[in-house]
């Protein structure tokens, strides 16, 4: 008895918030959106930070016997 009124009131959560999560998006449609700009320099941070540490990689693989001594 007491899980099916955690679910009813679970649902009713639920969807309270979807209706206001829709009237709000009504109301202000432009919320949220991320111009092509914002994507294409997250795009070349990311792949310059992986190009780093791959090089980085490398390097201390290629030279991880002469680094022992060190």
């Given at each position: 008895?007491?899980?099916?009124?955690?679910?009813?009131r679970?649902?009713h959560?639920?969807t309270t918030?979807?209706h206001e999560?829709l009237?709000e998006?009504?109301?202000?449609?432009?919320?949220?959106?991320?111009?092509?700009?914002?994507?294409?320099?997250?795009v070349?941070?990311?792949?310059?930070?992986?190009?780093?540490?791959g090089?980085i990689?490398?390097?201390?693989?290629?030279?991880?016997?002469k680094?022992?001594g060190?």
């Amino acid at each position: 008895m007491q899980t099916a009124a955690l679910t009813c009131r679970a649902v009713h959560w639920l969807t309270t918030r979807l209706h206001e999560g829709l009237e709000e998006a009504k109301r202000r449609p432009d919320r949220g959106d991320i111009s092509i700009t914002t994507v294409i320099i997250w795009v070349a941070v990311v792949a310059g930070a992986v190009l780093i540490a791959g090089t980085i990689a490398v390097v201390i693989s290629k030279y991880n016997g002469k680094l022992a001594g060190v």
